[in-house]
C-alpha cells in the first residue's frame, strides 16, 4: 500500500477531488492543510508554485485532474472504453474550464456576471450531457460525476442556488452524496465553510 | 478505420494537437476548417459552443485534450505506466493552464505582464521538469512533447523570442518538428500565420 500525502489549503476547493477519490477506496492518507494565510512562505517549494500536490511514497506530483485520473484508474472510476473515457475526460476539462476562470474572490457583481454569461450555459451544455442518464458515463459512476460535486459545492457557497434550473444536476449530485463512502466522507471530514 | 472529421477555425491554435496526433499515425482525416468571421452563425451548433470538435464516425466528441488522449492512446504516444500518465498528464495540464489564460487578444502590454508574470515562472518550471530527458516521459515521445510545440507555436506569434532563455525547451522543440511524421505534416499543411 502506498503511502499518500495531500497537500492543499485549508478548504474544500481543488482538493477536495482527491480527497472523495482517497475516500472512495477507503485509502488512509494525510491529509496536509496549509493556512492560507501562511501560504507566501511555502509557494516557492511546490511545483509551479500551486496546490494540490500529492505524495506517493514520497514523490511529488502536481496538478489536480493528472492526479485524479491517476486516483481514479485505481478505483476502477474511469470509463469501460477509451471512448467513454473520451466523453468523460471532455465533461472533467468543461466542468474544470468553468471552474479556473470562475472569479474566486467573490466580488458579487463578477460572479452575477460570470455566471450569468459563462456559468449557466455551461451548466445548460452539462444538464444536456447528463440528459436521462444515471451518471455522466450512463450506467455507471465516473469520477466525473464526483468533479462534478466537488466543483458546484466551491461556487454555491457565492451563488447557492446556481444550479436551481438544472433538476438533473441537482439529483445527480444527491446520488454522489449518498455513495457510502463519500457520505461517510462528508460526515467525517473537517469542517471549513467552503 | 473510423471516419475523423476535425472541426476547428482556419489556424492552428486549439486544433493543431489534433492534427499532429492524427498526421503522426498517417491518419486520413477530414480538416474543416471554419473562417473565424463566419463563427458567430455556426456557434450554437458546436457543443458549449466550443472548437475545436472530432467526429468520430458521425459522433461529435469536444475538448481539445479529451480528444487528444484518445487519439493518443491510438498513436502509442502515452505513458508505459500509470505513474508516467501521470507525470504526462500533469505537464500537459500545465501548458494548457498556461495558454487558456494567454491573451490571445495579443494587446502588447497584456502579453508582456503576462508572459513576465505568469509565463516565464511556468516556462522555467517546464525546463526543469524536462531536465536532462530527450522527452518529458523519459526516454520516450508522448504526446505532452507534441503539445509543447502546438502550444508553444502559437504564443511566439505574439512574443517570438519568449522561449530564449530555456536552451531545453527549444531543443525539444527541435526534436518534435523532426519526427518524420511531423515534419511531413508541417511541410504539407495549410500555411497561416499562426
Redesign the interface.
Known amino acids: 500500500m502506498p503511502n499518500y500525502k495531500l497537500t492543499y489549503f485549508n478548504f474544500k476547493g481543488r482538493g477536495e477531488i482527491i480527497r472523495f477519490l482517497l475516500a472512495y477506496t477507503n485509502t488512509e492518507f494525510e491529509d496536509h492543510r496549509i493556512e492560507y494565510n501562511d501560504w507566501a512562505q511555502h509557494k516557492s517549494s511546490y ?3 500551486k496546490l494540490p500536490v500529492l505524495e ?1 511514497d514520497g514523490t511529488v ?7 485524479g ?2 486516483l481514479a ?2 478505483a476502477g472510476l474511469t470509463g469501460k472504453s ?2 467513454d ?6 465533461i ?3 466542468i474544470d ?1 468553468f471552474v ?2 470562475f472569479p474566486w474572490t467573490g466580488d458579487e457583481k463578477a460572479v452575477k456576471e460570470y455566471m450569468d454569461k459563462s456559468g449557466q ?2 451548466l445548460a ?1 452539462l444538464e444536456k ?1 447528463l440528459g436521462e442518464k444515471k451518471w455522466f458515463a450512463g450506467d455507471y459512476v465516473t469520477w466525473a460525476d464526483f468533479y462534478w460535486v466537488t466543483s458546484s459545492d466551491g461556487i454555491a457557497y457565492f451563488q447557492p442556488d446556481f444550479v436551481k434550473n438544472y433538476p438533473k444536476l441537482l439529483a445527480l449530485k444527491k446520488r454522489v452524496q449518498e455513495v457510502p463512502e463519500i457520505a461517510a466522507w462528508i460526515k467525517r471530514r473537517p469542517q471549513t465553510i467552503y
Open positions: 511545483p509551479f508554485g506517493i506530483y502536481n496538478q489536480t485532474l493528472a492526479i485520473r491517476y484508474k485505481k477509451d471512448l473515457d473520451l466523453r468523460i475526460d471532455a472533467l476539462d468543461t474550464d479556473s476562470v450555459p455551461v451544455g450531457a
